[in-house]
């Protein structure tokens, strides 16, 4: 069983940085890929951004490239994502997932096994 606790969180100004973290329990993290969602109000989740096991792969939506980047620490089991530049098109929910096969990073929801409870992000205009 892996446990997602995601952090960072908030309000913020359009253009503004926030950085969200994902701490994670679990003996094997470093095998997992892992995954930023987010789901804004009477929208479907949709992916963000995701980072393979060694963080060599990473892959981002379009609405996000250039302007978000995902990380990880596999010695603090944790994920990060920074995002600059915010849009108030950006605020939703954002949660963190993990897939048992983290060799790709992969945007398909479907494909991870785990998955945090989520924090808010709130872009004002």
């Known amino acids: 069983q892996v446990e997602l606790v995601e952090s960072g969180g908030g309000l913020v100004q359009a253009g503004g940085s926030l950085r969200l973290s994902c701490a994670a329990s679990g003996r094997t993290f470093n095998t997992y890929g892992l995954g930023w969602f987010r789901q804004a109000p009477g929208k479907e989740r949709e992916f963000v951004a995701a980072i393979s096991w060694s963080g060599i792969n990473t892959y981002y939506s379009d609405s996000v490239k250039g302007r978000f980047t995902i990380s990880r620490s596999n010695a603090k089991n944790t994920v990060y994502l920074q995002m600059d530049s915010l849009k108030p098109e950006d605020t939703a929910v954002y949660y963190c997932?993990?897939?048992?096969?983290?060799?790709?990073?992969?945007?398909?929801?479907?494909?991870?096994?785990?998955w945090g409870q989520g924090t808010q992000v709130t872009v004002s205009s």
């Open positions: 997932a993990a897939r048992f096969s983290g060799n790709i990073a992969t945007s398909n929801m479907y494909d991870y096994n785990y």
